[in-house]
């Protein structure tokens, strides 16, 4: 069997509602994990982009994009390998503002980090950071040290290198 | 969402734009989608539709069934038998999760269905109301679509995308979700027929090459079969497969869906593969050089260990869902498309001939299966009664007209492997889920979906337990189904392996029952127990003289089992005769 691989699935759809509930069925019955998701407005005006990151083998890659370009509402379904695409997450850290003025060394983190201070009041600033996993993990380990009041990260989005011919497939279906 | 951008609108109208309640559009729709039968159970929230099939009694037949179950399987039975969308109806809740089974079922067996459902008033929805379930949440994963109104003035478009996307392409069900409120809104009201979704792609475009190289590899194949599947009767192309199947010379065998989309005695029909099916189809799929599968999708039950299936053989699939090629079986050689479509396609690509030798490989073993099976089965001389036999009667009068509907378990193996079919959608059995009690509400929309022909229900009398119920509604409409319950007093199936795999230990499978007879006679349907072998021939011909509905129950040998058997997880070519 092949080996097990990261993927980038972006899924292009009406935007319609319980289409994600059928989208995320197809992975649950399968017992396939979603390591991440993201839906947003697409290149197109009026369809949705799904980016769903999973971890398969190649073979079964191609059955589940099979089974998603079966819905009645999924317009094209993509998968990719990271090489293929670029990508990126990005994160929020909420930290005391006291931390800011007190160790020096986390004025030295944000900046060799390039994360960008987003506010800052009197209680706490917020700490916005958009990258590879790798280098959101490390930013967060980092400032654990001092104590993080709030995290969060986003689900991962990308495009690809290659184009995905999404509008001209609209446009024979238009003729 | 805006439902309209999905939807490209033809320009004419079936009629023009008038003031309606949604209540009142919903039966517009259906009778402009030519609905003449439906089956369904009122209930608070689908009462107001309830309401107007009131007013519209002579034109849209409604069936109530005894339980929203029998409901969906009716309308299967119905879809199954006519090639038309079967309709079922229930309120929310209760109601709406009843047609699960049905639905799911229709779904893995590719039964074009519209079900429609009531709900809760709009402003309810989410504060745990009254019968209020999440249908569309509950049905997503086993529907080809579904859709909550809450407006009526949705109701056209999504009544008209229903049917659209429930039959086309591989057909499957589509369920509607209607608040209460929706209903009763007022709106104005124009209906179009949906003949395209921007974002659904019902028939894959036919590849010329894919099918000059599939008709190539036919053509010089010394050991080609072919195995078929619903597709055949589902894409309408019985005329267009029998002539590819004549002028090609190839053996064809059928999966237990594909039956009858030739008759049962057509020279090259070699009979059925898969767990019960005949031991030559099997054997030689593991042998055959070229293996054609038409409008099937490789399941399990067919295939038994996929590392040891047809590996010596190259694989032409002719499919309409791109989503089977290569699932579970690699094709070779994938032809995507409407079976009608292929194979007409293909037939002037092919070359005529005739593989007499290899042919007669499937007769030889045919012999050796009835030797070792078949004629005990059918021409028994034990004591006992056997299905096979029952069957074997069966055919001797209806002379394979019938429509012939079976359950789940044994007896559905017996009833697929002997029943005699003439012509197409013939046979309505629950194949791919495997839902006991599907045959009696079956049978009834079959018998409606197929009025002119003789339906015969042959069901276990553990699975004719599940739906039983239904019998009220047989009486009530009066519809003349032939119902067989083969009474071995076990779940036959679940027996057998516990005999074969579990050291025989017949854990919950023996079942104390009731005087079947004495019920039927309750709901006042003629009825008849046979158990000595003198009787079961007049029983068989007065039951399918009568005119109404008849209940016959035939005391079957306890402990038969059904061979040949794959064991779950063997190859196909270990296959056992007993």
């Known amino acids: 069997m092949s080996e097990i691989k990261t993927y980038t699935v972006s899924i292009y759809t009406e935007n319609n509602i ?64 990271d090489e293929e695409t670029i990508f990126l997450e990005t994160c929020l850290f909420k930290i005391k503002s006291d931390l800011l003025f007190e160790e020096r060394q986390i004025q030295n983190i944000i900046k060799e980090s390039s994360a960008r201070i987003v506010t800052v009041n009197k209680e706490f600033f917020v700490l916005e950071k958009a990258g590879r996993r790798s280098e959101i993990e490390l930013l967060y380990r980092e400032l654990s040290a001092f104590g993080i009041m709030q995290f969060v990260r986003s689900g991962r989005i990308s495009v690809t290198k290659d184009e995905m011919k999404i509008s001209k497939m609209l446009a024979e279906f238009a003729e | 969402m805006d439902n309209t951008q999905t939807i490209k609108l033809q320009d004419t109208a079936v009629e023009a734009t008038q003031r309606l309640t949604g209540k009142e559009a919903i039966i517009k729709c259906l009778l402009a989608e030519g609905v003449d039968t439906l089956y369904g159970y009122p209930g608070g929230a689908i009462m107001p539709v309830y309401d107007e099939l009131y007013k519209y009694q002579d034109k849209l037949h409604h069936v109530l069934t005894r339980h929203e179950q029998g409901a969906t399987h009716a309308a299967q039975g119905y879809a199954r038998v006519s090639g038309r969308v079967g309709v079922a109806i229930a309120t929310s809740g209760p109601g709406a999760t009843n047609l699960i089974t049905g639905i799911a079922d229709a779904q893995i067996d590719s039964t074009p269905m519209v079900c429609i459902t009531g709900q809760v008033a709009s402003h309810l929805l989410g504060s745990d109301a009254f019968q209020e379930t999440d249908i569309i949440g509950i049905s997503t994963p086993v529907t080809k679509w579904n859709y909550q109104i809450t407006k009526a003035s949705e109701i056209p478009e999504v009544m008209a995308k229903a049917f659209y996307i429930a039959k086309s392409g591989r057909p499957g069900p589509v369920l509607i979700d209607i608040t209460k409120d929706a209903q009763f809104e007022e709106f104005d009201f124009a209906y179009k027929k949906c003949t395209a979704v921007r974002s659904y792609k019902p028939v894959p475009k036919l590849n010329p090459e894919a099918l000059q190289a599939a008709a190539e590899e036919i053509n010089n194949a010394k050991k080609p079969m072919i195995v078929w599947g ?16 004549e002028k090609s010379g190839v053996p064809a065998a059928w999966t237990i869906l594909g039956v009858s989309a030739i008759p049962t005695d057509h020279p090259l029909n070699v009979g059925m593969v898969g767990m019960h099916g005949n031991y030559a189809p099997n054997l030689l799929t593991n042998e055959c050089d070229v293996l054609i599968a038409i409008g099937m999708r490789f399941d399990d039950r067919v295939t038994g260990d996929l590392n040891t299936y047809a590996k010596q053989a190259k694989v032409i699939h002719f499919e309409i869902d791109p989503a089977e090629v290569n699932k579970n079986v690699t094709a070779d050689i994938a032809v995507l498309g409407n079976s009608k479509e292929t194979l007409a396609a293909l037939l002037p690509l092919l070359e005529e001939k005739k593989h007499t030798e290899w042919l007669n490989r499937f007769k030889e073993l045919y012999q050796v299966e009835f030797d070792k099976i078949i004629k005990d089965d059918i021409t028994p001389e034990k004591e006992g009664l056997t299905m096979g036999e029952v069957l074997e009667g069966i055919n001797k009068v209806s002379k394979g007209d019938a429509v012939i509907v079976s359950d789940v378990g044994q007896h559905q193996m017996i ?28 049978a009834i929309g079959a018998k409606m979906g197929a009025p002119e022909r003789p339906v015969v229900a042959i069901i276990g009398d553990g699975g004719y337990q599940m739906t039983i119920q239904e019998l009220g509604t047989i009486f009530q409409t009066k519809v003349p189904v032939k119902i067989v319950v083969l009474n071995n007093d076990f779940l036959g199936m679940v027996r057998q392996w516990q005999q074969l795999f ?32 003198e009787d079961l021939a007049g029983a068989i011909e007065e039951m399918l003289a009568s005119d109404g509905p008849y209940f016959l129950e035939v005391t079957v040998e306890k402990e038969d089992n059904v061979f040949p058997m794959i064991p779950t997880g063997a190859s196909v070519s270990d296959i056992r005769l007993e």
Do not use: W
């Open chain 1, 18 to 81: 319980g289409l994600l509930n059928r989208i995320s069925a197809i992975f649950q019955r399968r017992k396939i994990n979603i390591e991440s998701l993201n839906t947003s407005i697409s290149e197109i005006e009026g369809v949705s982009r799904f980016t769903i990151v999973i971890n398969l083998t190649e073979e079964r890659m191609k059955k589940i994009i099979g089974q998603l370009e079966k819905q009645v509402e999924v317009i094209k379904a993509f998968y990719h390998t």
């Open chain 2, 230 to 245: 619903q597709g055949v009767i589902l894409g309408k192309a019985e005329e267009e497969f029998k002539a590819v199947v």
């Open chain 2, 415 to 442: 009833a697929c492997r002997y029943a005699k079919f003439n012509q197409s959608k013939s046979n309505v059995t629950s194949g791919g889920l495997g839902t006991m009690g599907f045959a009696l509400p079956a």
């Open chain 2, 502 to 533: 579990f050291d025989r230990r017949y854990a919950s499978t023996e079942l104390i029952n009731p005087d079947f007879v004495a019920i039927a006679k309750g709901y006042y349907i003629d009825a008849k127990r046979v158990s000595k072998r």
